[in-house]
Nanobody, 115 residues
Framework: VQLQASGGGLVQPGGSLKLSCSAS????????MGWHRQASGNQRELVAS???????NYADSARGRFTISRDIAKNTMYLQMNSLKPEDTAVYYC??????????WGPGTQVTVSS
């Protein structure tokens, strides 16, 4: 499984960004997908995840501002981020867990929130 994230960039505080993560390959069935982030000097942390059935889970820092969604037919996951704060600045990684519990990571996309 290959994952490719896009949609990162520079945005002012209070602004919005939408991240996308596309999965490609063959012979796989993705169970859950998720977004993690890693700020400079910090450990990677969960932002949000979503199951194949559409059940979403959010970190406290993301709940109410971020929305995770998934298009199973397109093997694509999205993260709509609103009301962005400087502390949201990080490299955002998408993750996919397939049928045998193997975890795949994308290369990451930089999100910078700054005026």
């Amino acid at each position: 499984v290959q994952l490719q994230a896009s949609g990162g960039g520079l945005v002012q505080p209070g602004g919005s960004l939408k991240l996308s993560c596309s999965a490609s390959g063959s012979g796989f069935s993705i169970n859950s997908m998720g977004w993690h982030r890693q700020a400079s000097g910090n450990q990677r942390e969960l932002v949000a995840s979503i199951t194949r059935g559409g059940n979403a889970n959010y970190a406290d820092s993301a709940r109410g501002r971020f929305t995770i969604s998934r298009d199973i037919a397109k093997n694509t996951m999205y993260l709509q981020m609103n009301s962005l704060k400087p502390e949201d600045t990080a490299v955002y990684y998408c993750k996919a867990v397939v049928w045998d519990s193997t975890t795949y990571w994308g290369p990451g996309t930089q999100v910078t929130v700054s005026s």
